[in-house]
């Protein structure tokens, strides 16, 4: 579970916790230290007040879910530029032997987890206080023509 959070955190939270709350999340100030943008010195209070609440709706992106795993991220070459090796997790679609959900045919790192987006959807509800959400992109991409009207 603190490595479900941590991931959360890395790829969700940097982006909507400060627009909900103005700041960070805790475990990537913690982890990520001074390499975390921050607001600028002296006008801290004015810069997050400016960014708290600054939106009308959340854009959602949603192709895949993943399993988590405490660890260090093999896929990920760490740099002073990558936070993500900071947050000490692993994603994977395998656990005890078992996928995630059916692999799709034409994005080889898409997997169909209709639930996982649900799961998704009531995690921001409950703990960015339910702020209203676009989905804007979902899924992946079909066969060249599949729909019969190109």
């Known amino acids: 579970m603190v490595a479900s959070r941590r991931a959360l955190d890395f790829h969700l939270g940097w982006f909507l916790r400060p627009l909900v709350f103005g700041d960070y999340p805790g475990s990537m100030k913690r982890l990520v230290g001074n390499r975390l943008p921050t607001f600028h010195k002296g006008s801290t209070n004015r810069q997050q007040a400016s960014v708290k609440g600054s939106f009308d709706f959340i854009g959602l992106n949603h ?12 896929y990920i070459v760490a740099s002073l530029h990558n936070i993500n090796p900071d947050g000490h997790f692993q994603v994977c679609y395998k656990r005890n032997g078992k996928s995630i959900g059916p692999q799709s045919p034409r994005a080889k790192w898409l997997y169909v987890v209709p639930w996982g987006l649900k799961k998704l959807l009531d995690y921001v509800r409950i703990q960015y206080n339910n702020p209203l959400i676009i989905i804007t992109e979902n899924g992946g991409r079909t066969a060249y023509g599949a729909d019969g009207r190109r």
């Open 63 to 74: 192709y895949t879910t993943t399993f988590v795993k405490a660890g260090h991220p093999s």
